[in-house]
């Protein structure tokens, strides 16, 4: 069966999909003697995939190993300047990748495997797998720092970070513990986030990644994943729960108020007591039942009528004053 040839690299363990595509565009890989392209479609069972001239070796079985890397080693399979790498702790035959980088001054768990579907799934921030850190700073954080941490802050490139979810652990003498929660996993997102809001950062130790927890392994210590373990991860990571509208404060202007009712339409409406308004029109009968008096427009006689002046205003009905006019 054919599948994208970064695809089939990755699931022979020679990384994540997006080492794979380094390989690729690097000239590494050919399929059937011809230079392998970007995209690319192959079948391991009839294609001949060569890389750096030696056959795919097909992926026999899956590894996943918990490290708990200390200070001093940098989460890397192979390093230029000949540093102690993550590789030189845990010594499996079987060729492994990290996943979940770290700064070479943090530390805390690293996940190697050769399982390069999981390894791109658990790097690629559009998965939103969680990541969970506890951060000693030098200071004792104010609430406007912890609110512009979980808003996210503008990095020195430009780019936003995305929200975080950050609370106060413990105090430590000058500084304190927080518990950070990324969903993004920018290099070096912490230490630049805490720069920002003037936070130095003292130590950072990641104790998650996923489901997937350090739990008691000291620096330097490594242990095989269970096969739950490995399916746990391999799940699609739970959304966070949003949060509830918060109640109304005791005193507000709502409080005591019962719910507005409903006007109902076949009873007439009520006024104050003594208010002839609140009683039905009674269309049967008269209004009076004396008898009625005539109209002033009917007389006997016609009487004509008075011209209206037009060069004075009309009388707004205020009596104007018979003493002297007060100078304006």
């Given at each position: 069966m054919e599948e994208r040839l970064q695809k089939i690299l990755a699931q022979a363990g020679l990384g994540s999909r997006r080492t794979c595509e380094t390989l690729i565009i690097a000239g590494r890989v050919t399929v059937n003697g011809k230079n392998a392209e970007l995209g690319q479609k192959a079948d391991p069972a009839v294609d001949k995939i060569l890389v750096d001239g030696r056959p795919l070796q097909p992926l026999q079985t899956t590894i996943y190993v918990a490290l708990h890397k200390p200070r001093g080693v940098v989460s890397t399979a192979s390093d230029e300047f000949g540093r102690s790498t993550v590789l030189d702790l845990v010594p499996l035959e079987t060729r492994l990748y990290p996943v979940g980088r770290l700064d070479i001054d943090s530390e805390g768990l690293v996940l190697l495997t050769n399982d390069g579907q999981l390894a791109n799934q658990l790097s690629h921030p559009k998965f939103e797998h969680p990541k969970e850190y506890k951060v000693l700073v030098a200071r004792q954080p104010d609430d406007a720092q912890l609110e512009a941490f979980r808003h996210g802050v503008v990095m020195p490139d430009g780019h936003r970070t995305?929200?975080?979810?950050?609370?106060?652990?413990?105090?430590?003498?000058?500084?304190?513990?927080?518990?950070?929660?990324?969903?993004?996993?920018?290099?070096?997102?912490?230490?630049?986030?805490?720069?920002?809001?003037?936070?130095?950062?003292?130590?950072?130790?990641?104790?998650?990644?996923?489901?997937?927890?350090?739990?008691?392994?000291?620096?330097?210590?490594?242990?095989?994943?269970?096969?739950?373990?490995?399916?746990?991860?391999?799940?699609?990571?739970?959304?966070?729960?949003?949060?509830?509208?918060?109640?109304?404060?005791?005193?507000?202007?709502?409080?005591?108020?019962?719910?507005?009712?409903?006007?109902?339409?076949?009873?007439?409406?009520?006024?104050?007591a003594g208010s002839s308004a609140g009683q039905p029109r009674s269309t049967g009968q008269p209004r009076t039942t004396g008898p009625r008096r005539p109209s002033a427009r009917v007389t006997d006689e016609k009487t004509p009528r008075r011209p209206r002046s037009t060069g004075r205003p009309r009388s707004t009905g205020r009596p104007r004053s018979s003493g002297p006019r007060r100078p304006r």
């Open positions: 995305a929200p975080a979810e950050v609370r106060l652990e413990a105090n430590q003498g000058k500084g304190a513990w927080l518990n950070v929660i990324l969903r993004e996993g920018r290099k070096r997102q912490i230490r630049e986030t805490c720069q920002q809001v003037g936070l130095p950062v003292v130590r950072i130790v990641r104790v998650r990644i996923g489901t997937l927890r350090l739990g008691n392994l000291k620096p330097g210590e490594w242990r095989k994943l269970t096969p739950q373990e490995a399916a746990d991860l391999k799940a699609p990571p739970a959304r966070p729960a949003r949060a509830e509208r918060p109640a109304r404060a005791a005193g507000s202007r709502s409080e005591g108020r019962s719910p507005r009712q409903p006007r109902s339409t076949g009873q007439p409406r009520t006024t104050r």
